[in-house]
């Protein structure tokens, strides 16, 4: 597998996480939370819930703060009809860089990657910042626990945003657009199929 990796200037902080992570395509409404959002009703899932779902294995996942595009492998690639990770041009986070993935068969189609470290409290702080989010669903993801939330609920244009709780601190986010492919309307199955993949390796 191939990485082209890029540098960045500057060091952007998790406030400005929504604007860069959506120039990677196509103007793109749909982007995450990292802070309480105005307004806005709340949508749980009533067959899955993660709130409960303690972390009993703590994942170390400090090589991915670098090289975020190992967390999927050739065979993973395949299997999602993902064409090879390249860093993203920008600095989205004070200590992480991020990986995107587009779609083997439609380039605006893509997934991307990075590892959230300036929450001290991890997922439990996702939580609280986006409880009035239009789309907030507790699930989990290879046995860890899990939100799709974000200020709008735009998965219908075949976006959503995946946060998984990978030990007390940190979280692995991904954000999905999906365009012209057939996973573009379940965007959030998609995302989920990438963090159990990735969640597999890691605990592999």
């Known amino acids: 597998m191939s990485i082209t990796r890029r540098h960045s200037s500057s060091v952007v902080g ?38 409960d779902i303690p972390i009993e294995e703590p994942l170390d996942v400090t090589h991915l703060l670098d090289q975020p595009c190992t967390a999927l492998t050739d065979e993973d ?16 986070s004070q200590a992480a ?23 001290s409290d991890g997922l439990e702080d996702i939580r609280d910042q986006n409880q009035d989010a239009e789309l907030y669903e507790e699930i989990e993801i290879g046995g860890y626990p899990a939100l ?21 601190s940190e979280v692995a986010y991904f954000y ?10 379940k965007p959030c199955d998609f995302g ?11 605990t592999s």
């Open 14 to 51: 998790v406030a400005t996480l929504a604007l860069l992570l959506t120039s990677c395509a196509e103007s793109e409404s749909g982007t995450p939370t990292t802070s309480l959002p105005d307004s806005g009703s709340v949508s749980t899932s009533s067959t899955q819930s993660s709130g």
């Open 77 to 92: 690639l395949a299997d999602l009809s993902l064409a090879d990770g390249e860093l993203s041009d920008r600095t989205i």
């Open 97 to 119: 860089e991020s990986c995107i993935w587009k779609r083997s068969n439609d380039s605006r189609s893509h997934v991307s990657l990075i590892v959230m470290t300036e929450n």
């Open 148 to 168: 799709h939330t974000s200020r709008w609920d735009d998965r219908d244009s075949g976006r959503c945003d995946l946060w998984v709780g990978v030990n007390d």
């Open 176 to 185: 999905v657009t999906l365009q012209e492919v057939p996973d573009a309307s």
């Open 192 to 202: 989920d199929k990438v963090g159990e993949a990735v969640i597999a390796n890691l």
